[in-house]
């Protein structure tokens, strides 16, 4: 097996052109193949050898640290090895490099695409694998499908010491992060913005400034994330998503992600040390 470190590097890509030997990654209905004491289990081909997992699709991911690497998923009737389990990525975020949730998100995101297209949606025939695109291919109509990705953003908004933190009513206990929402058709991520947070909280905001960005398997968001700052309004939580959203003084914080697990952790952090410095 691949030691699990922060000196993995993934090239993601759609052909293989390598003759080396393959790592490989294990899914089954969407949880990771890991040891029983919580590692991160990277397969190379001899330590499936002579396992008897039976797996099927398997997908090319693209290259770890110059070996292809492959995402395998295991039959609903295989056994799993002795001293294996199965674990879904929530439980693993903050425990495992980036290098290693990048190559996690993209395993996510291509099995359900392949499973959720199995059958045209013009024609209901079998699809079939492009072969030099990372696509889905019916003979219909040249109909191509790829693997679908549905931008979000996520906004920071200050009122200079001050941060806007919300409470999604399917958050735990008294966890709180920064205001986010799907992008609609024909919107722009700044509309988006506009909308989304006075639709929450009532909230308008000015000086929208992009930060980054994430991928978020759950089960197929890509994360805009921005900073911005109040303009006006009273907060007043819409009662469906949001049931609880206030100013947060930032030496006063109430529990928040951290930033080594998602963006709105990384904006926050950005701003307190921009504050502090």
Not at 103 to 113: A, F, G, P, T
């Amino acid at each position: 097996m691949i030691p699990v470190n922060n000196n993995l590097v993934f090239t993601p890509e759609n052909i293989n052109t390598s003759s080396k030997s393959g790592i490989s990654i294990i899914l089954r209905n969407q949880e990771f193949l890991t040891s029983k004491t919580s590692e991160f289990l990277l397969f190379e081909e001899d330590d499936l050898k002579w396992s008897e997992m039976e797996m099927v699709n398997k997908q090319f991911l693209g290259y770890l640290n110059n070996k292809p690497c492959f995402l395998s998923e295991l039959t609903n009737e295989s056994k799993l090895d002795e001293g294996l389990l199965l674990t879904p990525l929530r439980n693993l975020l903050g425990r495992i490099p980036d290098s290693l949730f990048t190559i996690c998100s993209r395993s996510l995101q291509l099995s359900e695409w392949t499973n959720n297209n199995q059958f045209c949606g013009s024609c209901g025939s079998k699809m079939n694998k492009h072969e030099t695109e990372r696509a889905m291919f019916c003979e219909c109509n040249n109909l191509l499908v790829y693997p679908r990705i549905s931008p979000c953003i996520i906004v920071l908004v200050t009122k200079g010491e001050q941060l806007l933190l919300a409470h999604n009513k399917n958050f735990p206990g008294t966890f709180y992060s920064t205001l986010a929402g799907f992008i609609e058709a024909g919107e722009s991520a700044e509309s988006a913005i506009h909308r989304e947070i006075y639709e929450e909280v009532k909230v308008n905001v000015k000086n929208i400034q992009y930060f980054g960005s994430q991928s978020w398997p759950f089960p197929s968001q890509l994360m805009l994330g921005f900073h911005a700052e109040y303009l006006d309004g009273d907060i007043t939580p819409d009662g469906e998503e949001i049931d609880l959203a206030d100013w947060f003084h930032y030496r006063e914080l109430p529990q928040v992600p951290t930033g080594n697990i998602s963006i709105s952790g990384q904006l926050i952090e950005s701003y307190i040390e921009k504050l502090k410095s």
